[in-house]
C-alpha cells in the first residue's frame, strides 16, 4: 500500500474519531465513563500513530539509514542513548516534584515509570545479546 494511501485512510479515520467524540459525554468524570470519546480518541491517535510510524521507516529504508553501517544509523543510535538517559532523569525529577507538590499516588506512578522504563531497557539489552550470540 503507498505512503499516500495510509494516510488518507489515518486521516479519515482521525476525523471519524473526532466526530464520535463529539456525541460523546462532555461530563464525564473519567474516560470509562464516555465509551463514545475515548474511542474517539483511540481512532485520532493510534492510526496517525501508525501512519507516522510507517512512514518513517520507509524515509529511513530509502535513504539507507537503516543500514547498520551508516553514519545515520549509529548517529540515531546515539541519540536515542542519551535520550532514554535524559528520559530517566526526568522521571526521577518528576517522581521527586510529584512527591512534594503531589500525594502518594502520583510519586508511585513517577516510580514505577522509572522502574519500568530501566527494566525494559535491562530485559530487551539482555535479549539482545543473547540473539547475539553472547
Given at each position: 500500500m503507498r505512503t499516500a494511501h495510509i494516510w488518507w485512510v489515518a486521516g479519515t479515520l482521525a476525523l471519524a474519531g473526532l466526530v464520535l467524540?463529539?456525541?460523546g459525554n462532555v461530563e464525564a468524570q473519567s474516560p470509562f465513563e464516555d465509551p463514545l470519546g475515548l474511542g474517539g480518541m483511540l481512532l485520532v491517535t493510534l492510526p496517525l500513530t501508525l501512519?507516522?510510524?510507517?512512514?518513517?521507516?520507509?524515509?529511513?529504508d530509502a535513504s539507507g539509514?537503516?543500514?547498520?553501517d551508516s553514519v545515520e544509523f549509529r548517529a540515531a543510535q546515539q541519540?536515542?542513548?542519551?535520550?532514554?538517559?535524559?528520559a530517566v532523569m526526568l522521571g526521577a525529577v518528576l517522581f521527586l516534584v510529584l512527591t512534594v507538590?503531589?500525594?502518594?499516588?502520583?510519586?508511585?506512578?513517577?516510580m514505577a515509570f522509572i522502574?519500568?522504563?530501566?527494566?525494559?531497557?535491562?530485559i530487551r539489552y539482555r535479549l539482545a545479546l543473547r540473539a547475539l550470540g553472547a
Open positions: 467524540q463529539g456525541f501512519a507516522l510510524n510507517v512512514t518513517m521507516r520507509r524515509r529511513r539509514e537503516s543500514s547498520p541519540a536515542r542513548s542519551q535520550a532514554y538517559s535524559d507538590v503531589a500525594d502518594t499516588l502520583a510519586a508511585l506512578t513517577a522502574a519500568l522504563s530501566v527494566g525494559a531497557f535491562w
